[in-house]
């Protein structure tokens, strides 16, 4: 972070730039530009094999009695049954959906907690491509669920909401379509974007303003190193807190929309 000065130059700080998200090419698969890898991918992959194994591991020697990692395994799946589909969406819909609800959470808890993690220090949900693709796949589930549920009224009830007088359609039936069926996923994404790279950026502003206290400035500064390191520490902890809340949101507004999707009046 920072910048090679002559001699005589005092050093300089450099903060955090937003060009950590978009970082080098590291290969390219089958010369295919489209596919490159960058760390960040890299990330992402370590973050779904740990997934897939904490899981396969917890699952794949059930007992009766669990031991201590099955029992926080089936912690963590009773917590997305119980907590999210099932106080949402009742026993049965929440059968149905909690394959979706349970990956959702997961994957987004597992790939924001990277950037917290030594020599990985980013998130796997910092960069745009695993929001929008969990956004979008909760949209399509809540499409899906409500044409399900009412093939011929689906788009009529959500779109001409029962009660309402028919002039008053004009004004509402825009704000309807536009609140229901374009803002949806572009909220869930931004929202799951936006917190996980703000929280790497004050991360990497903190523990590099220590560097540059303690290291480059020395003297009293390292007093100011002390402060800015403790404030590292201790948004760390925050950031962990953020990682689930992050998951826990992602997955219960996914819930949300689909119990909207399938109630009775639909």
């Known amino acids: 972070m920072i910048a090679p000065l002559a001699a005589d130059a005092p050093p300089e700080f450099h903060g955090p730039s937003i060009d950590e998200f978009f970082p080098e ?7 295919i530009e489209a596919l490159s890898i960058h760390r960040i991918h890299l990330i992402q992959f370590l973050a779904t094999i740990a997934i897939v194994l904490i899981f396969w591991l917890g699952t794949r020697n059930m007992r009766i009695v669990p031991g201590r990692f099955q029992s926080l395994v089936e912690m963590g799946l009773d ?13 049965k819909d929440a059968q149905r959906f909690l394959p979706l609800l349970t990956t959702i959470f997961f994957m987004v808890l597992f790939m924001n907690i990277t950037g917290i993690i030594p020599f990985l ?7 745009i491509a695993v929001p929008l693709v969990l956004a979008l796949i909760s949209y399509f589930t809540f499409i899906y669920a409500g044409i399900k549920k009412s093939p011929k009224n689906f788009f009529k009830n959500a779109l001409f909401p029962s009660g309402v007088p028919w002039p008053i359609y004009i004004i509402v039936t825009p704000i309807e379509l536009i609140s229901t069926f374009i803002i949806r996923p572009v909220t869930l994404t931004l929202r799951l974007l936006m917190n996980m790279m703000v929280g790497h950026l004050l991360l990497v502003l903190f523990f590099a303003a220590t560097q540059f206290f303690v290291v480059d400035l020395g003297g009293w500064w390292t007093l100011l190193g002390a402060g800015s390191l403790a404030f ?16 826990y949101v992602f997955a219960l507004l996914t819930a949300v929309y689909i119990q909207l999707a399938v109630a009775e009046e639909h």
Not at 25 to 31: H, K, Q, S, W, Y
Not at 79 to 91: A, P, T, Y
Not at 121 to 127: F, P, Y
Request: charged share 10%.
């Open 25 to 31: 090419i590291l290969f390219v698969p089958f010369g």
């Open 79 to 91: 917590f997305v049954r119980v907590n999210i589909g099932e106080d949402l969406l009742g026993k």
């Open 121 to 127: 220090n980013i998130a796997g949900t910092s960069i």
């Open 232 to 247: 590292g520490f201790v948004f760390t902890l925050f950031e962990i807190l953020v990682a689930v809340l992050q998951a």
